[in-house]
């Protein structure tokens, strides 16, 4: 069986069919255009830089294109890079489709809409139940495919429902560690702090920011439909401000764009949680590619860090 992407090692080559996940312009210090382009199959993604590229291989090169790339894998400034060699857009011919190429959470989805509607079915507060399944069910396909973010953590199909059912059991378990945690609270705020992901993003495959996730970003968009929904449903009471709160603050810090911080015990917890799935899903996903004894390439959103394999790690 043929190698996939992240599978081969610095300093080997590579000619595979892989999808382009962004392209962006640039212009090098002798003054001519090059594309930085993020190439990916279903292993994970990589950059490559395409020079002294014309108008017309522009235009050719955009996100979600499919091509034949062939180079090889070194290291730049400490993260994986591809030197491709030759490049060339995919064909019929090829009989190669996108969704070949794409990542996908490591559960189904019907999995995921399983585990999310036990975990509403279990709320007792009727308020908070009715709120959480209305915007699930009015989203729900987004939901179970859209990725929970276009770089850094959980950017894959079907990513943003897998984050959240992970945040679930983990919630889950802290609360029975913490009895006093309101589960009701926390589990519809898990459930609903990245909804907004859905119209702020364009969709599973190469996703970009829309209109409204630039102008406005996930975390207005979901406190704006948890009050529609509070409107639609004729729900009253302090349960929606109570939500709102923890859509708002779940970034945690305003350096990190929480418009709020955390002022309810299940906001901190709801923060927390998110900070754990998030950086545990990068670094999974970047140590499986790391030999015992070696470090990983540098993880931007992790301080720049490079983090190391023990040798008795399997």
């Known amino acids: 069986m043929a190698k996939e992407l992240l599978q081969h090692e610095v300093g080997e080559q590579v000619d595979l069919f892989l999808l382009i996940k962004s392209a962006i312009k640039g212009i090098a210090s002798?003054?001519?255009p090059f594309l930085t382009v993020i190439l990916q199959d279903r292993s994970g993604d990589i950059e490559a830089k395409l020079w002294d590229t014309s108008d017309n291989e522009v235009k050719m090169y955009q996100p979600e294109t499919i091509v034949r790339a062939a180079g090889e894998v070194h290291l730049y400034r400490g993260r994986l890079q591809l030197k491709i060699k030759q490049i060339r857009p995919a064909s019929q011919q090829d009989n190669v489709s996108v969704a070949d190429l794409l990542?996908?959470?490591?559960?189904?989805?019907?999995?995921?809409?399983?585990k999310v509607t036990q975990y509403i079915f279990e709320m007792k507060n009727p308020n908070i139940q009715r709120i959480t399944r209305h915007l699930v069910k009015k989203h729900l396909e987004g939901f179970?495919?859209?990725?929970?973010?276009?770089?850094?953590?959980?950017?894959?199909?079907?990513?943003?429902?897998?984050?959240?059912?992970?945040?679930?059991?983990?919630?889950?378990?802290?609360?029975?560690?913490?009895?006093?945690?309101?589960?009701?609270?926390?589990?519809?705020?898990?459930?609903?702090?990245?909804?907004?992901?859905?119209?702020?993003?364009?969709?599973?495959?190469?996703?970009?920011?829309t209109v409204e996730g630039n102008?406005?970003?996930?975390?207005?968009?979901?406190?704006?439909?948890?009050?529609?929904?509070?409107?639609?449903?004729?729900?009253?009471?302090?349960?929606i401000v109570v939500l709102q709160h923890l859509v708002l603050s779940h970034h945690g810090k305003l350096e990190w764009g929480s418009p709020k911080q955390?002022?309810?015990?299940?906001?901190?917890?709801?923060?927390?949680?998110?900070?754990?799935?998030?950086?545990?899903?990068?670094l999974d996903r970047t140590m499986k590619r790391v030999k015992p004894g070696e470090f990983s390439e540098r993880i931007f959103p992790l301080d720049n860090r490079s983090f190391y394999k023990p040798t008795f790690h399997n």
């Open 30 to 32: 002798n003054g001519k």
């Open 262 to 282: 955390p002022m309810i015990k299940e906001a901190e917890i709801l923060h927390m949680i998110d900070n754990i799935d998030a950086k545990m899903n990068m």
């Open 215 to 239: 102008l406005l970003g996930h975390i207005t968009i979901i406190v704006n439909e948890i009050a529609k929904a509070a409107d639609e449903l004729d729900i009253h009471g302090e349960e």
């Open 144 to 209: 179970l495919e859209f990725p929970a973010a276009t770089k850094n953590h959980h950017e894959f199909v079907s990513g943003l429902g897998y984050h959240v059912v992970c945040m679930l059991d983990l919630a889950k378990s802290i609360s029975e560690l913490y009895p006093t945690l309101d589960r009701d609270l926390l589990y519809g705020g898990i459930i609903l702090h990245d909804l907004g992901k859905v119209i702020e993003l364009s969709g599973p495959v190469a996703a970009t920011y």
């Open 103 to 114: 990542e996908t959470a490591p559960i189904s989805k019907d999995e995921i809409s399983n």
